[in-house]
């Protein structure tokens, strides 16, 4: 009965390191798949995938705030160049509307350029 109880528990031990040695690591199995899923995408699909995901994050940040400084937006955002819509009012409403005549003499949208250590607002 010892031999045989012997050998239940040696070929126990034995298979759990077969099922050790063939047990996924999760890590990587995780990195395996998404290896496996970034590879039929262009790199510029995942460089545009990227920079939704930048976007999306800082309209988080900025979400449900009425003001904040262009110097706290640049903080956030990477050198580069970008354009985002804007409009000029007058102080007050006249004929029922209170867009600015001089907001027909600009380009739209504007252009936001960031640098390190030097952030431009260019309207043209």
Known sequence: ??????KISTAVSNSRKVHAIFRPNPITGKNNALSALLAGFSEEYLNRMQEQEERMYIKEVFAGRQN???QELCDYLKDGSYFFPFVIYREHIKNGNNISMGNRGFEHPCELIVKTILELFILR
Do not use: V
Request: charged share 10%.
């Open 1 to 6: 009965m010892e031999q045989s109880l012997l």
């Open 68 to 70: 904040f400084s262009g």
